[in-house]
């Protein structure tokens, strides 16, 4: 018996598939995420290239794995995203300030921006967490969030807040996620030395496009209504 | 008489004739690059070849046991225990095993590296079930992904009518997701993946329901990986068969005769169960006459006996069984000069 596809179904994947890039940008991977990843199918032909290459390095890396694979994860882990084992001391940064700042500074407006949203939804930042809230961890966390808020509003029959809910996420990814992925990804290319941190980029790149152009198609009308509304605004100044 | 006759004109400074002489060289240099001044040029001419460890596998073995005298008991249990092929995990657990009482900074897998570069294990790769991969990168599945996508996806409008639940897996759902957006936003002018076609044999494809379209879902599952295995190799366990810890101790005993009934006393006393501790073995043999002059303690006898293997740390200084034979081998000549005194 075939399963049907439905926005709630699509919401449960987006929901998964934030959660799974989130941890994986959060800090370096254990031995106990790697074991939940080799449970993982991996799809092809989904129709956008970065996704299927980057599922298809994450199948090839995780088919292949030795013992001291974990080792290798780690310490690839600190050499894209902390810059260790680098000459240059550079790295992906995974700071949206760092890659939107002309002077390439964390804590610059992206951040300050992104944390009013975060705020807005009625989230905190953990008092723990010390790296940025612009951090695309954090980003990625709060795009899985919003979509459980989707979810739960879409089990209750609550149509006005899922969309309102849906529409968050579509501007965090316009304004932000979709406004410098690519950048960061293309770092991540260039400095990662394993296979698995390459899918991890390119899968971020080609979800985050995905996400987006599902948003659009879901959130037509409305995305329409809010254009409409800006352009007699700003006609009337 | 003007000083200035003394003078010869030709000696005069003339600065421009040295940028004269500058603008020569430089030309020259031009001319001819190779006549470049070097500084800090060694003064022999070596050329750079890696270097060859000419030693044979099982010098490089005993040289590293002998580098690192701490661990020596370790290296060889742990060549002994790879007498059969052992896991990566196998050797952690044995490794952490035998460092309980034997601290190293050194993780099991540095344990490991140090026993394969000398020679001692080797690793045995598992058979690849995949040796066709390499040639993903190449394979081309023109028309494919597109193809599939466009028959598949229904848009998301069609999408969002009906709203049963799921609990998929991320990876799929993401693919789900993907596949069921691209139609509308991007399938059209999807490019066909160039390793699309690669892993086509591995390929599995689920049907999905988007609205009353079917549409395929296409993906591949990691494969379990057979881990490599771990065994020693034939000088390993030529270097563990042919330590002699009985010899070795006679030999320590026979070198310092002085000391006899103190290494003896030691052996006897650690004969108990748990052990005895240093405090213990403190009160036994300070306070001898013997080790007055030259002053020594008891850690001088622990550290030798050890090494060679007669006494071992387990919470507490205990007798081996290589101590334990030593100290009957002892008595026996003991009673028998007695009987013939």
Same mark, same amino acid.
């Given at each position: 018996m075939a399963e049907n596809i439905t926005i709630r179904s699509i919401m449960d994947g987006r929901i998964a598939t934030y959660r799974m890039l989130s941890r994986l940008y959060l800090k370096e991977i254990d031995r106990e995420y790697l074991d939940e990843m080799l449970k993982m199918r991996c799809p092809i032909n989904t129709g956008n290239i970065d996704v299927d290459q980057g599922y298809r390095l994450f199948h090839s890396y995780l088919s292949k794995l030795w013992e001291r694979s974990l080792e290798d994860l780690q310490r690839d882990y600190l050499t894209v995203f902390?810059? &260790? %084992?680098t000459t240059g001391h550079a &790295? &992906?940064?995974? %700071?949206?300030s760092v890659h939107t700042s002309p002077d390439r500074l964390v804590m610059q407006d992206s951040r300050d921006e992104v944390l009013a949203i975060y705020r807005a939804a009625g989230l905190s930042c953990s008092d723990l967490w010390n790296n940025g809230e612009d951090h695309i961890a954090l980003e990625l966390d709060f795009m899985k969030i919003m979509a459980e808020h989707t979810a739960a509003a879409l089990d209750a029959g609550e149509t006005e807040k899922a969309t309102a809910t849906l529409m968050t996420q579509y501007h965090f990814l316009v304004d932000h996620l979709c406004s410098w992925v690519p950048m960061l990804v293309d770092d991540i290319l260039k400095f990662a030395q394993t296979d698995f941190y390459r899918a991890l980029g390119h899968l971020t790149k080609g979800f985050v496009e995905e996400d987006r152009a599902f948003l659009e198609e879901v959130l037509a009308e409305e995305i329409d209504r809010e254009k409409g509304m800006a352009d007699r605004e700003s006609a009337y100044v | 008489m003007d000083i200035r006759d003394l003078v010869a004109e030709e000696d005069l400074f003339d600065p421009f004739e040295e940028e004269e002489e500058e603008e020569e060289l430089a030309e020259e240099g031009a001319e001819d690059e190779e006549e470049v001044l070097v500084i800090g040029k060694p003064l022999e001419e070596k050329p750079n070849l890696p270097k060859i460890d000419l030693r044979t596998p099982q010098e490089r073995i005993n040289d590293l046991i002998k580098s690192m005298p701490g661990q020596k008991r370790v290296l060889l249990r742990l060549i002994d225990y790879c007498r059969s092929p052992r896991t990566g995990e196998e050797m952690d657990a044995r490794t952490e095993e035998l460092r309980e009482y034997n601290f190293s900074v050194f993780s099991p897998v540095v344990f490991r590296e140090l026993l394969e570069n000398a020679g001692a294990i080797e690793y045995l790769e598992p058979a *690849?079930?995949? @040796?066709? *991969?390499? $040639?993903a990168g190449d394979a081309a599945a023109a028309g494919d992904a597109a193809a599939g996508d466009g028959a598949a996806a229904g848009d998301a409008a069609a999408v969002a009518d009906a709203l049963p639940q799921d609990g998929a897996a991320a990876a799929e759902n993401a693919a789900t997701c993907a596949a069921a957006t691209s139609a509308a936003a991007a399938a059209a002018d999807v490019q066909p993946? *160039? $390793? @699309? $076609? @690669? *892993?086509e044999e591995n390929v599995k494809h689920e049907t999905l329901m988007s609205g009353d379209e079917e549409m395929q879902l296409d993906y591949l599952e990691i494969e379990e990986n057979e881990p490599g295995l771990w065994v020693a190799t034939e000088d390993g366990l030529a270097v563990v068969d042919a330590q002699d810890d009985l010899q070795q101790v006679a030999e320590l005993l026979d070198k310092e005769p002085r000391y006899l009934d103190i290494y003896h006393q030691i052996l006897d006393y650690c004969t108990i169960d748990g052990g005895r501790s240093a405090k213990e073995l403190d009160n036994l043999v300070n306070d001898s006459p013997l080790l007055q002059a030259p002053r020594r303690y008891s850690g001088y006898f622990i550290g030798r006996l050890e090494r060679e293997g007669a006494i071992e740390w387990a919470g507490g200084w205990v007798t081996t069984d290589t101590g334990k034979k030593i100290l009957a081998t002892s008595t026996e000549q003991a009673a028998m000069a007695a009987a013939e005194a």
């Open positions: 902390i810059g &260790a %084992n &790295a &992906a940064y995974p %700071n949206e | *690849d079930p995949e @040796a066709d *991969d390499a $040639a993946h *160039d $390793a @699309a $076609a @690669a *892993d």
